[in-house]
């Protein structure tokens, strides 16, 4: 079983939809989460760390679910501009190692 | 934040060669991280490089193949050693100040 697992996409929505994106962790002890964006060809940047109270940045809002382990992306009024793929990012301890998810492709349309 | 500069952008190499990558911060960190991102595949880490110390390596990264430099604590360097097709990937450096912050990534491919 992968340490990060994701929606495998590609998730092909129009213009203005609304999308969710789930992730699920296996390390019940993992220590904070993170959902990053990845330009094709371009290096991953921080989207939105996510939060146990869930949190709430512009069209975008991050779930987590620790008893579930189960953390969501979603994307209001989904842009051309949102057109990536979406890293869901698990960090197990303090050690700042990162462990990434294979990713998710999201493809806005006009 | 962290301003990371990473080079070479790309390259295209013989197979048995050796390249190196460089990553400069623009500030002092005390780990640096190396990663891998193959064609379609999420990023994989190969090691952290601490200043003053060995790097740590982890499953399936030998030092023998990606031997790390970390001279000081704005700078480190990953070669990637006798060089065969299945290492085309992307490699990335990344330092942790609050959040992660990469490197703009090599995209390396074995001829």
């Known amino acids: 079983r992968k340490e990060v697992e994701q929606d495998p996409g590609p998730f092909n929505v129009p213009e203005g939809a609304t999308v969710a994106f789930n992730c699920t962790y296996s390390n019940s002890a993992s220590q904070s989460f993170f959902w990053y964006r990845q330009d094709c060809r371009k290096e991953p940047k921080l989207l939105m760390s996510v939060y146990s109270s869930g949190n709430e940045d512009g069209r975008f809002t991050a779930q987590l679910n620790r008893a579930s382990q189960y953390i969501s992306l979603l994307i209001r009024d989904s842009k051309l501009s949102d057109s990536a793929t979406y890293l869901c990012v698990v960090n197990e301890d303090s050690s700042y190692k990162l462990i990434f998810g294979s990713g998710t492709r999201l493809l806005v349309r006009p | 934040s962290a301003v990371i500069s990473q080079k070479p952008s790309r390259d295209i190499c013989q197979r048995g060669t050796s390249l190196t990558i460089q990553c400069q911060v623009d500030?002092?960190?005390?780990?640096m991280f190396w990663y891998r991102q193959q064609p379609g595949q999420s990023l994989t880490l190969i090691a952290t490089?601490?200043?003053?110390?060995?790097?740590?390596?982890e499953s399936g990264f030998v030092i023998d193949k990606f031997p790390i430099s970390r001279p000081n604590l704005t700078f480190s360097t990953l070669t990637v050693s006798n060089m065969s097709p299945e290492d085309s990937s992307i490699y990335l450096c990344s330092v942790v100040t609050g959040k992660a912050f990469f490197g703009q990534g090599t995209r390396l491919t074995v001829v």
């Open positions: 500030s002092q960190v005390t780990m």
């Open positions: 490089a601490n200043q003053g110390s060995e790097a740590t390596y």
